[in-house]
């Protein structure tokens, strides 16, 4: 079930790594093997991604010890448009390069990115940082969020050291932390080598710096639902009831009505909690994630310029790693994927079930009370939304 994720932190289960080390403790996974992650990312697509003149500043930063280069001093003139040259220039000057989420401007990390992200179901970022030889990018810090760090190329040293917040949020910053935190001796150290990975969980301060060698590694950031992102959804709940909307007391209001306000509100509030549905707070943020999920776009333009040709013969496929979900009431069915909100009549409910098959069929082996043209026009629905794609057109 879990491939993608099992092949990540192989040899571990997926049971493993949550019940032993998932936001408690950090885990290093020796490899001996440096094509581990050929598949997911290597030099070459570093050099294509470093071929294009027209990087945007947003994709990439410049960073040396914990300090960010502006980006108009490696900009074109009045640009936005990174200067290849001088991005390289720097880096030979010692300077880490940064592309930030390569998981949507590099192909092989866009799959990838997908095939986990429907696995895990929860939002992850791939950052690239590219550090030059006897180099640091950042000085010790925490992140606020846990990570994965994929050594692809060349070699690193790192070190752990304490934990000074547990479980830190956003709202907790993670910068200056010699300024603000005692920094311990270090409680691990160590040299990751290609195929290696380490796992650092959010709130745990630590380095790297190369040696003798430049450095290019995958930091795979995990932002997940937390708790208190599941009682933010209670507050929108309570918004949509008329007897939470009510004003609190104001500078001039009685003491009897205040203390009546408290003994109201904590009522309610009680009344709301006693009778909450998790699983529906669980499918409110599920609803979010999947409306946010950008397109599979593979082959859409070939899809898109033969889908006048589709025939009753036509071999069609629901595309990879698409998450959706349907709805439905007493007169309609309701279809939800990228964002979109499909409606159909109740009766095509079967026959747009048959599109979710794992495995090919043909336009005429979709099932249901629709005619031959009506098989063709759901179809094409489909295709044109992005959820289907095309096999074989068989005119």
Known sequence: MYRKFENLISPFSSEDFFQHYYEKNYLH???????YYNAILNTDDIDIFFQNKTLQSN????VEKGEVLPAYK?????????????LFVLFNQG?????????????????YCSDLEKELKFRLQFNIYITPHNSQGFAPHYDDHDVFIMQTTGTKKWRLYNTPIEL??????????????ELDEPTFEVELKPGDLLYIPRGLIHDAVTTDTASVHITLGLHPNYWFEILQEIAELAEEKAEFRKAVPNGITAENYKNKFKQEFLQLTQSLIDNLDIDE??????????AHKPSEDQNRFTDSIQINK????????????????????????????YGKKLEFPRFTEFSINTLLQPQ????????????????????????????????HINA
Do not use: M
């Open 310 to 337: 589709l025939n009753l013969d036509s071999v069609l496929s629901k595309r990879d790693n698409i998450l959706y979900k349907i709805d439905r009431d007493e007169e309609n069915v309701y279809f939800k994927f």
């Open 95 to 111: 300077k880490t390069l940064i592309i930030n989420s390569g998981n949507s401007s590099i192909l092989k990390l866009v799959n």
């Open 281 to 290: 707070l669980l499918e409110r943020k599920f609803d979010q994630y999947i």
């Open 59 to 62: 994709w990439l930063r410049v």
């Open 74 to 86: 490696w900009t074109h003139c009045n640009s936005s448009i990174a200067n290849n040259d001088t």
């Open 29 to 35: 996974i020796v490899r001996n093997n440096e094509n």
């Open 360 to 391: 090919s069929f043909a336009v005429k082996d979709i099932g249901g009370l629709i005619t031959d043209e009506g098989k063709i026009d759901l179809a094409t629905k489909f295709i044109q939304e992005g959820f289907l794609t095309i096999e």
């Open 168 to 181: 830190p949020s956003r709202k907790q910053p993670h910068c200056k932390i010699k300024d603000k935190y």
